[in-house]
């Protein structure tokens, strides 16, 4: 298993602003994925991190809005650039547990809800 | 791409009684996973129940059982003595079974559970 801790939980910003989540887990993995599940929706992937490459985005999603960076094997920070209410959504970080491609499962922390005014 | 549908915007059920939530869903792979995630409103994510593609044997955890058909590519999930405590959106997933694959979600599913 792996436990995720993300900051912040939730936060209300103003149109224009941007906004960094954390990422933390509690051991090492080599991919961690960003979602964004829009109010109602379902889980939509925004990115996958590698430790020590650039990530990668999936269609729709680009490096300049959606900066994500990963220092190393336990963290990673994903911002919301110069924010709209669009952008308002739950935000989750996700990993594999130790178990791997064996398990194939994903753990998710407890998302960040951003709200954009 | 892979694609996962899920059917049934919101499922009712009494308590101790059972339901079934569907799942479709398309891939060209043969070898994958498929899982069933809870989110309450507490908004995290819980793994419900697993089933790798290459085993027969429908998944079972406690209440919880799917209902496998891979030549049909359909991956249903049973709740069966249904408790308050189940009340939560219900997504299927599939994830290819390389290492580095995020997972696909479908729409997910609102489950009531009524007294």
């Known amino acids: 298993s792996a436990v995720i801790s993300q900051k912040p939980s939730r936060d209300i910003c103003q149109r224009g602003t941007s906004l960094t989540i954390q990422c933390q887990v509690d051991?090492?993995?080599?991919?961690m994925f960003w979602y964004r599940q829009q109010p109602g929706q379902s889980l939509t992937l925004i990115a996958t991190?590698?430790?020590?490459?650039?990530?990668?985005?999936e269609s729709g999603f680009v490096i300049d809005k959606f900066p994500i960076s990963r220092p190393n094997l336990t963290f990673s920070t994903l911002t919301v650039s110069n924010m709209s209410p669009e952008d308002s959504s739950i935000y989750l970080c996700?990993?594999?547990?130790?178990?791997?491609?064996?398990?194939?499962?994903?753990?998710f922390g407890e998302g960040s809800r951003l709200t954009v005014l | 791409a892979q694609t996962v549908t899920q059917s049934q915007p919101e499922m009712s059920v009494q308590e101790a009684e059972t339901v079934t939530l569907s799942c479709t869903y398309d891939?060209?792979?043969?070898?994958?996973?498929l899982f069933w995630y809870k989110q309450p409103p507490s908004r995290q994510m819980i793994l419900v129940i697993r089933?790798?593609?290459?085993?027969?044997q429908n998944a079972t955890e406690n209440r919880f059982s799917v209902n496998f058909q891979k030549a049909a590519k359909s991956f249903s999930l049973k709740i069966s003595d249904s408790q308050l405590g189940d009340a939560a959106m219900y997504f299927c997933?599939?994830?290819?079974?390389?290492?580095?694959?995020?997972?696909?979600f479908g729409k997910g599913t609102s489950l009531l559970v009524t007294p």
């Open positions: 996700s990993v594999e547990g130790s178990g791997g491609a064996v398990t194939g499962e994903l753990f």
């Open positions: 051991s090492q993995v080599t991919m």
């Open positions: 991190a590698n430790q020590g490459s650039e990530a990668t985005y």
């Open positions: 891939t060209s792979e043969s070898d994958y996973y």
């Open positions: 089933q790798e593609a290459y085993k027969q």
């Open positions: 997933a599939y994830r290819a079974s390389n290492s580095g694959y995020a997972l696909n």
